[in-house]
């Protein structure tokens, strides 16, 4: 693996370089404070494992089991069990980035010295992402109550050899891969299963990917408005500055700031200054108003994991200046449950209204434009099921955006009576983000047909350097083919950054 070093101290990891692991482009390094954090909260655990005051998870059972007093030669049998039974996930894996970034954040809350994990478990982990070893981990089966505990021992069962994991482009036994990794399992000592499966590190590594993704889509979002804005002559007035700085919410002020840029320079707006239109529809009038709202919403998502990626989630915590193991709640998903569903509120006010200025492009008494943006319209149909599709998208998301944050269903006979439903929003919020990617690569379709149109009248620069990008893959729609070709070519650009870099100059 190539590419840059990540130092990990627990302390300060950024999303940005979650992501750059995720890729594998980055290798990670345990800090040398870090290394000593981890000895001293060990060497705690271990004192208090050799006593006999009953010390929850180290000594005890779990969940409502607390009050089951462990003997002392059951203590690593006790720690593999809580692997095993815990490992109780269903559904698909997730995609490997997701499964990276799920064992890169164990690593960094472990890394933090509240944990008592031991040094050579700590580091055969770092060893495993390193090298590639990269846990087979269901999606579902965590209500985010003492943290993502199913997602997490399915993680941690590598470690110990057992499971599944992803080596090569193989789905292997975690055995076989280790072996071929030149890596050997752990056996777990007191408190280290408990130390691996407390926290939020799964809803938090599908939610800051979904995170990232989404600040692109804002910005791919303020590009397609201004796209649709040229095909159908609209008017640059509203993103004017002083029409934001009297309402001053920070994303509008952005999102304007991005109109102004992709429009400037503008041909077409120069063709229709006296026209006899005095006000645009919503969807392309309140572009920054709406666009700027899911800033907003985007923005206290990345304020809620910025925290949580470098915050102590385990239970019981290991404090070592006081010598003392304190069972606490920072487990609890609730702020990532509740930041990952405004996320996906946020993202369907993008697709929403993507989907209307879609309708604008395509209804000829709305756009003054050929029927479904065809020429020979009734033999063909052009873009008429692209709407349907972006639609349903929309459609979908809605429903998605029912909030997971508020639903609790309770667990382990009442012990865990409130719950956050955090990895349910985190897989809510992907979802959305993917809708969302289509619907924006629908309405750039859309409007480079549009600006085709209205050739040989330039539209602003930065569209004119999205249609150049996207007409070097798409071609001019002539007559009716396969449209989900089109939509995955420009799916590409978007995933890719390539659209955005040019529209940026980089």
Aim: hydrophobic content about 45%; aromatic content about 2%; overall charge neutral.
């Amino acid at each position: 693996m190539s590419g840059s070093l990540v130092l990990i101290d627990g302390d300060t990891l950024r999303l940005e370089e979650i992501l750059q692991v995720a890729r594998e482009e980055a290798t990670i390094e345990l800090a040398p404070s870090a290394l000593e954090r981890v000895e001293r909260s060990r060497a705690l655990v271990e004192q208090v494992a050799a006593g006999d005051e009953p010390a929850y998870g180290i000594n005890t059972g779990f969940g409502t089991l607390a009050e089951v007093r462990i003997d002392r030669k059951d203590l690593r049998a006790l720690q593999r069990n809580l692997l095993l039974s815990h490992a109780a996930g269903v559904g698909p894996p997730l995609p490997i980035p997701e499964a990276r970034a799920l064992l890169l954040l164990r690593i960094n809350v472990l890394a933090k010295g509240f944990s008592g994990i031991r040094v050579p478990t700590l580091s055969l982990a770092v060893e495993m992402l390193n090298r590639g070893v990269v846990p087979v981990v269901p999606e579902r089966g965590s209500v985010g109550a003492s943290g993502d505990l199913a997602p997490l021992a399915h993680l941690s069962l590598a470690l110990i050899g057992e499971g599944e994991a992803f080596y090569r482009g193989r789905r292997v036994r975690a055995r076989q891969a280790l072996a071929e990794a030149g890596l050997a399992p752990v056996v777990l000592e007191a408190k280290e299963g408990l130390a691996l499966v407390n926290g939020t590190q799964a809803m938090c590594a599908v939610g800051a990917l979904a995170l990232l993704r989404s600040e692109a889509l804002a910005e791919v979002a303020d590009l397609a408005g201004a796209m649709t804005l040229e095909g159908l002559l609209g008017s640059h007035k509203p993103f004017l500055p002083e029409v934001q700085r009297v309402r001053p919410h920070p994303g509008q002020i952005a999102s304007a700031e991005m109109l102004r840029r992709f429009l400037a320079d503008s041909e077409l707006v120069l063709s229709h200054a006296n026209c006899s239109k005095v006000q645009d529809p919503y969807s392309l009038r309140c572009i920054p108003q709406v666009h700027g709202a899911a800033r907003e919403g985007i923005s206290f998502a990345r304020r809620i994991l910025e925290v949580e990626v470098n915050a102590a989630t385990d239970n019981p915590l290991v404090f070592t200046e006081s010598a003392a193991i304190v069972s606490g709640g920072n487990f609890h998903g609730q702020p990532v449950s509740l930041g990952l569903d405004v996320l996906a509120m946020a993202l369907t006010q993008l697709a929403t209204i993507s989907e209307r200025r879609v309708e604008q492009l395509v209804n000829p008494s709305l756009s003054g434009l050929p029927p479904f943006l065809t020429r020979n319209s009734g033999l063909n149909s052009g873009f008429m099921i692209a709407q349907v599709t972006s639609a349903a998208l929309v459609a979908e998301s809605r429903i998605l955006c029912h909030p997971a944050s508020v639903d609790s269903i309770p667990s382990s006979a009442g012990r865990e009576d409130h719950v956050s439903m955090g990895m349910t929003a985190a897989l809510k919020a992907r979802q959305v983000a993917e809708h969302t990617r289509s619907c924006l690569a629908i309405e750039l379709l859309a409007a480079a047909q549009a600006i085709d149109m209205r050739l040989p009248l330039k539209a602003g620069r930065g569209v004119r350097s999205a249609h150049q990008l996207i007409r070097s893959r798409v071609p001019p729609m002539e007559s009716d083919r396969e449209l989900h070709v089109d939509i995955e070519a420009v799916q590409q650009l978007i995933d890719s950054g390539a659209l955005l870099r040019a529209v940026r100059g980089d």
